[in-house]
């Protein structure tokens, strides 16, 4: 089981997401930026900790909306994750003003855009974690 803290970050009516590629499935998928919780470290922290080492910036206080627990297959393998959600705000307009980023996260190359809110209420994507599809129209209404 692995614990994780995601940021949401809305901007004009659009969320910041990374792009992924499903190696085994062959499709795109999106994910709030964020990243594991350290041994030791709090889940507030570490999305801040993330914000600043995959965006290269400051985020205003994160607000824990929800805890969510993500199951899923990957590789067939079985997959745990306990996700704290959360939602800041992002004044960056290096980000804030650019459709895509391109971003390293240690070694690995990714992708961050900016979706809007309401294809991804549609569900025109493919979003994870699951839980959280579920509540976007709740979430931005």
Request: no cysteine; charged share 20%; glycine share 20%.
């Given at each position: 089981m692995r614990a994780v803290a995601l940021c949401l970050l809305e901007h004009q009516g659009r969320l910041l997401l990374q792009e992924f590629w499903h190696e085994h499935e062959q499709y795109?998928?999106?994910r709030p930026p964020g990243g594991g919780i350290e041994h030791g470290e709090r889940a507030g922290d570490a999305v801040r900790r993330e914000m600043r080492e995959e965006l290269n910036t400051e985020i205003s206080e994160p607000e824990l909306i929800d805890v969510l627990e993500n199951i899923f297959e990957y590789?067939?393998?079985?997959?745990?994750e306990i996700v704290f959600l959360f939602r800041?705000?992002?004044q960056d307009e290096r980000i804030t003003g650019v459709p895509e980023l391109q971003l390293t996260d240690n070694t690995y190359n990714f992708r961050a855009v900016w979706k809007p809110l309401d294809e991804l209420i549609r569900q025109e994507v493919v979003l994870y974690p699951v839980a959280l599809r579920e509540q976007l129209?709740?979430?931005f209404k």
């Open positions: 795109h998928y999106y590789g067939g393998e079985q997959k745990h800041a705000e992002l129209g709740v979430l």
